[in-house]
C-alpha cells in the first residue's frame, strides 16, 4: 500500500480532502495499534499489517481493515472507493456510525484484559494440556508448528525445554531442535551473512519474507543457546553465534545501542533506488557465482547451497526470483566433498573461501533500509541474548556488547525523573516507556547481572520493576495495563497476554517479579506476581498456546526456590560448568556486602565454593568440580 497508495497523487488528494491522515509507527506506539488491531479483528474477522482504520474526532474506530489495492479488483473494493464510502457515510449517516462505533468500544472493553479470580494460580494439568497443543501441531517431518507460512516463535521453545527440564519428555525436546536446525538450514537464515529473516512463505523454511528483525535476533539467539546448553550440538552453537555476530556487525549503532530492522527489498541498479524487489540483496544467478568464484569452486558452492542453472525457486508467483537463487543448505560440508570427491577438510576450506567472496561482493550491492530507531523494549530483549551467550560461551565481545547496549538505554532513554523513554533516533529520545519497555529491559539487566554480578544491575533492575508497579499494575485486578499514555487509557485500557513474534510484557514481568522475589525476598514482588497469575490463569488454561512465555514463568513458580550462590573466585573450570548448565529454574548470584541485605546469610559464605540452596535451606560448600557436576544433575 506505501507504493501502490499512499505515492499516488490522486489517492493522496483523496485523503487530504475528506480526512485528517495520521500515520502511526507500531513499534512506536504499540497500545495505540493493538486497541486498533482489537477493532479491525473484531469487526472483520481478522488483523494483520498494513492496517487502516478511520476515526471519529474523539478517536472512536468506527471502520477498519488491512490491505486495500489501489482500484477495484478481485471483487474486493479499491482504496479510492473505500475512502469515498467513507466520506460519504460520515457525511450523511453520522449519528448510526457514532452510536456503532460507541457500542463496540463499550464491548472491546468488557473483553479486554483479565483480572484476579479467586484461587487462581499455577497447574502442572495447565502446562501438560499446553505441551499436547503444541505436539499435535508440530510438523514432524519439517520442524516447526503449523502449515505455511511459518514463523518463528521462539516463547514456545522457552515453554517446551522448561517442560521437557521439568517432566523429562524427550519429545518436548526434540520438537525444539529439530525446528532450530531446520532453520538453520534453510533459506530463512541469512547463510552468507548470518541472522533470520521475518518468516517463511513455505512450509519447509526456504522462501522467507526478507526483513530481518532485531527482537527475532534476539530471541532465536537464546533459544539456539539453550537448546546448546542441553544437547551440546555444536551446529546450534555456531548459529547463535553467526546471529550474534551480525547483529554486532549489521545492527548496532555507533553509540553501542542496536538499531530496529532491514527493510525486505533493495535495488537491483544502485542508480535507481526506488525501484525495489523483494530480497533482491540476498538472491544469486548461476552466473554471478561463477564469474567471482571460477566454474569449479562455483559448482561445489551451488551443491553446497542448492543453486540451479535456471533458479531454485519454483513457486514464485510475482516473478521476483526468475533466474535467481535462494541459498539454503542442501547438502551438508561431508556430502559435498564426497560427491566431488575431495577431502573433507580441503572442501570445507575452499567453501569458507568462497562464502567470503561472495558476501564481499555482496556489501557492494544496494542495502535494504535499515530502520535506524532504538526500540528500549527490543534492546532489552538483545542485551538479553547478548548476556546470556557472554555466559554460556565463555565469550567476552559479547558481554561487551550488552554491557554498552544497557549503559546506553541508562544513559539516554530515560526521562529526568527516571522513567524509561521508548524510542531514541538521531539524537532524540522520545515517548513514554509502556510495559513491554520496562519489562524487557528489567529481565536484560538481571540477565546482565548474572553474567558480571555486577550488583548495580540489581539496583537498576528494582528501581525499573518498582517504577513499572507504580506506572502500570492494575492494583485490584491483577496484572500490567500496556500504556500509562492518557489518549490510549481512554479509549481502552489493554493487558497484553499474547506471547507471539514478541513475548507480552506481562509474561515477562511476571518472571521479572519471580526473581526479584527470590533474588530480595521482597513481600511486594511476590504479593504483585500472585496477583498477575490470578489475572491470567483462566486465560491460561482456556488458551495455554497463546501464552507459552507466562507458562515458562510458571514453571518457575512451580519448581522448588533454589539459589545457586557463588562465593570467592571460582577455579575456571567450576565457573564454566555453572555456566554451561540448562538451568532455567534457579538464581545465580554472589556473595558480597550487597548480597546480605537480603540474604543474610551469605555473610557466613566462604570461597572459593559453591552454595546450593534449596527452599531456604542451603547445602554444605562444594569446592571441586566433580561435586558441583553431581549436584547440578
Not at 526470483?321 to 543448505?329: A, E, Q, S, V
Not at 548476556?387 to 554498552?404: F, G, N, P, T, V
Not at 507466562?550 to 575456571?572: C, H, K, Y
Request: glycine share 8%; hydrophobic share 40%.
Amino acid at each position: 500500500m506505501e507504493r501502490e497508495s499512499f505515492e499516488n497523487d490522486h489517492i493522496a488528494d483523496l485523503m487530504n480532502r475528506w480526512f485528517v491522515s495520521i500515520k502511526v509507527d507500531r513499534e512506536e506506539r504499540p497500545d495505540i495499534d493493538s486497541i486498533y488491531m482489537a477493532y479491525v479483528q473484531a469487526t472483520t474477522g481478522g488483523g494483520g499489517w498494513p492496517m487502516s482504520v478511520w476515526l471519529t474526532p474523539d478517536l472512536k474506530p468506527f471502520v477498519g481493515g488491512t490491505y486495500f489495492p489501489p482500484e477495484d479488483r478481485y471483487g474486493r473494493a479499491g482504496f479510492p472507493l473505500i475512502l469515498e464510502r467513507v466520506a460519504d457515510a460520515w457525511k450523511n449517516d453520522r449519528n448510526r456510525i457514532i452510536e456503532s462505533s460507541e457500542e463496540i468500544l463499550a464491548q472491546l472493553k468488557r473483553n479486554a484484559g483479565a483480572s484476579s479470580r479467586p484461587g487462581g494460580g499455577v497447574d502442572t494439568a495447565t502446562m501438560d494440556h499446553a505441551y499436547q497443543q503444541f505436539r499435535r501441531s508440530f510438523d514432524s517431518r519439517l520442524g516447526g508448528f503449523g502449515g505455511a507460512p511459518k514463523f518463528p516463535r521462539p516463547s514456545v521453545h522457552n515453554f517446551l525445554l522448561r517442560y521437557w527440564k521439568r517432566t523429562g519428555d524427550e519429545e518436548a525436546l526434540e520438537m525444539v531442535e529439530q525446528t532450530l536446525l531446520s532453520m538453520d538450514r534453510g533459506g530463512m537464515n541469512d547463510q552468507l551473512g548470518g541472522g533470520f529473516h521475518r518468516y517463511s512463505v513455505d512450509e519447509r523454511w526456504f522462501v522467507p519474507h526478507f526483513e530481518k528483525m532485531l527482537y527475532d535476533q534476539a530471541q532465536l539467539a537464546i533459544s539456539y543457546i539453550e537448546t546448546f546448553q542441553i544437547t551440546e550440538n555444536e551446529a546450534l552453537e555456531l548459529a547463535a553465534r553467526r546471529t550474534l555476530d551480525y547483529v554486532m556487525r549489521d545492527m548496532t549503532s555507533p553509540e553501542g545501542a542496536f538499531w530496529s530492522a532491514e527493510d525486505a527489498d533493495s535495488a537491483p541498479d544502485a542508480t535507481k533506488p526506488r525501484e525495489k524487489s523483494e530480497g533482491f540483496f540476498y538472491i544469486w544467478s548461476m552466473g554471478e557465482a561463477a564469474e567471482l568464484l571460477g566454474e569449479e569452486r562455483a559448482q561445489w558452492f551451488a551443491y553446497r547451497y542448492g543453486m540451479q542453472p535456471s533458479g531454485n525457486v519454483a513457486n514464485d508467483p510475482h516473478q521476483e526470483f526468475t533466474g535467481l537463487n535462494i541459498l539454503y543448505r542442501a547438502h551438508t560440508l561431508d556430502d559435498t566433498a564426497r560427491h566431488f570427491r575431495r577431502e573433507p577438510g580441503e572442501m570445507a576450506a575452499e567453501l569458507a573461501d568462497a562464502e567470503r567472496i561472495l558476501l564481499q561482493a555482496r556489501a557492494k550491492r544496494p542495502r535494504p533500509h535499515l530502520d535506524d530507531k532504538i526500540l528500549t523494549a527490543w534492546n532489552g530483549l538483545m542485551i538479553s541474548a547478548f548476556a546470556r551467550a557472554a555466559a554460556a560461551l565463555d565469550e567476552k565481545k559479547y558481554r561487551d556488547a550488552a554491557e554498552r547496549a544497557a549503559n546506553f538505554i541508562l544513559s539516554s532513554m530515560r526521562a529526568a525523573d527516571g522513567a524509561l523513554l521508548r524510542r531514541y533516533r538521531a539524537g532524540d529520545a522520545g515517548i513514554a516507556g509502556m510495559l513491554d519497555d520496562y519489562a524487557f529491559f528489567t529481565q536484560a539487566l538481571l540477565d546482565l547481572y548474572e553474567t558480571t554480578f555486577d550488583f548495580a544491575r540489581i539496583d537498576q533492575a528494582i528501581a525499573l520493576m518498582d517504577r513499572a508497579l507504580d506506572l502500570l499494575e492494575d492494583k485490584e485486578g491483577g496484572g500490567f495495563f500496556s500504556s500509562a499514555e492518557p489518549d490510549a487509557l481512554r479509549l481502552m485500557p489493554m493487558k497484553d497476554d499474547y506471547d507471539g513474534a514478541e513475548p507480552s510484557g506481562n509474561s515477562v514481568s511476571l518472571m521479572n517479579l519471580l526473581r526479584l522475589s527470590r533474588i530480595t525476598g521482597q513481600d511486594r514482588y511476590e504479593t504483585a506476581a500472585n496477583r498477575l497469575i490470578a489475572a491470567f490463569s483462566e486465560k491460561a488454561q482456556s488458551s495455554s498456546y497463546g501464552l507459552p512465555q507466562m507458562l515458562s514463568a510458571w514453571e518457575f513458580a512451580a519448581a522448588p526456590n533454589r539459589e545457586v550462590v557463588i562465593a570467592g573466585d571460582l577455579p575456571t573450570e567450576m565457573t564454566r560448568l555453572l555456566r554451561r548448565k540448562f538451568d532455567p529454574n534457579r538464581v545465580l548470584l554472589a556473595a558480597g556486602p550487597e548480597l546480605v541485605q537480603y540474604h543474610p546469610a551469605s555473610a557466613e559464605m566462604r570461597g572459593p565454593a559453591v552454595y546450593i540452596c534449596e527452599n531456604f535451606t542451603c547445602q554444605s560448600p562444594v569446592t571441586n568440580k566433580e561435586e558441583l557436576s553431581r549436584l547440578l544433575e
